[in-house]
């Protein structure tokens, strides 16, 4: 049941927004549907098709509340327009712009130039990924009531502005790119390294952001922005089989299998790459992708060039001045440079209080004290690590490293 809620819930929530257009009864229906879903699989098993069978329960949800709220003409011929949707979503249902992907026009709405660019993100991971409002307010270091104000007003703009449910046509489409890239990349990020459960990989929300990825850069060939994205995406999926091991916990990039690395994926990421590095038009996807292709084609970890590492961070803080991307310049730095410079550079970071509340400040201190044999102080930092963190795969990495640091 878990499954087929990461995999369906946004195709389910795009229709629904489709068909009704209105985002908060898309939600709430589809969450009666998994309810509903919980009870009947358990005796009757999980139907050939999940997602028609959510998408159709769901639809048939919003009519009954459509039809008993229906007061008024425009209330009623929005019943009707659900009443004749008697299936999923159509694939033969082309908007202006040619696109049949729901969940491509649910991205583009949320991705409006009116709304500000965090409820942008915010809304689509929400909508699309099915994050909860903590998870995302996780994601953006925010606290949970800011989180929850600015999915709301972006709901409440998007329906009193109008912004209809399409792909723009191609003129409109430069302005919707950063935000749309965003999206993508964040919803990758959440697949990849899941900010609270169980596992640290939700590899349908990877596979979802490649999916759409493609759809970009396929639609608009000529920006490189879209190329770096997916080249990015490519080269970290490609070493995504092996950031876990068979137990489920995390394994470090240096300790990872290389050999095991998906060949085809990290070619073709580099290949793309190159491909947008040649438009003459630098950006912040084409930087990070320019950085995980120092890592994925070394051939061992002893090999990795953090020179060159730490000096694309420098150029990526130029179009991304994140406390984020200080902190992996400082780790970056701490590997070419040594231990010390990282921490001089953790320093700076941890004056600054940007990250407070960011496990991976501290988990970081702990791991270039711990290089430097700095046990003690290692074990400390690790432990306040340890009370930030959300995801259970992380957690039981740093236990371990501070049970290492103990011992030691």
Not at 48 to 64: E, I, V
Not at 109 to 116: E, F, G, M, V
């Amino acid at each position: 049941m878990a499954a087929a809620f990461r995999e369906e819930w946004g195709q389910v929530v795009a229709t629904l927004i489709r068909v009704t257009g209105e985002w908060d009864l898309a939600e709430e229906c589809a969450q009666d549907a998994f309810a509903q879903a919980m009870d009947r699989w358990r005796g009757d098993g999980i139907p050939r098709r999940p997602g028609a069978w959510l998408t159709t329960t769901a639809r048939n949800r919003a009519l009954d509340v459509l039809r008993r709220e229906a007061v008024g003409a425009a209330k009623l011929r929005e019943v009707a327009v659900l009443a004749r949707d008697d299936g999923p979503y159509d694939p033969d249902d082309e908007d202006d712009s040619g696109v049949t992907d729901d969940r491509l026009r649910l991205i583009f709405t949320c991705c409006h130039p009116a709304l500000p660019m965090e409820a942008r993100v915010a809304l689509t991971l929400r909508t699309l990924a099915g994050l909860t409002t903590p998870e995302i307010a996780r994601a953006f270091l925010v606290p949970e009531a800011t989180m929850a104000q600015r999915l709301v007003r972006a709901k409440r703009k998007i329906r009193n502005a109008g912004i209809p449910y399409r792909v723009p046509p191609a003129h409109l489409l430069p302005e919707r790119t950063t935000g749309v890239l965003g999206v993508v990349y964040l919803l990758f990020n959440e697949g990849y390294a899941a900010t609270s459960g169980a596992d640290l990989l939700r590899t349908n929300l990877c596979a979802e952001a490649i999916r759409l990825a493609r759809v970009l850069a396929r639609l608009m060939p000529d920006e490189p922005e879209t190329l770096g994205l997916l080249a990015l995406l490519l080269l970290h999926d490609a070493r995504r089989g092996t950031r876990v091991d068979a137990a489920g916990d995390l394994v470090t990039l240096e300790d990872q299998d290389r050999t095991a690395w998906e060949r085809a994926a990290i070619d073709e990421g580099a290949a793309l790459l190159e491909t947008a590095l040649r438009r003459g038009r630098p950006g912040p996807y084409q930087i990070q992708a320019a950085i995980a292709a120092c890592h994925t084609t070394a051939a061992t970890a002893e090999d990795t060039d953090w020179a060159d590492i730490a000096a694309l961070y420098g150029e990526l803080r130029r179009f991304v001045p994140s406390a984020v991307v200080e902190l992996n310049r400082a780790v970056a730095v701490g590997m070419a440079e040594g231990p010390e410079a990282g921490l001089a550079l953790l320093a700076e970071l941890e004056k600054a209080g940007d990250l407070a509340g960011y496990h991976l400040l501290p988990a970081t201190r702990a791991d270039l004290l711990r290089r430097m044999g700095r046990t003690g102080e290692a074990a400390e930092a690790y432990a306040r690590a340890l009370e930030l963190v959300e995801n259970e795969a992380e957690r039981r990495f740093l236990e371990k490293r501070l049970a290492e640091c103990r011992s030691a």
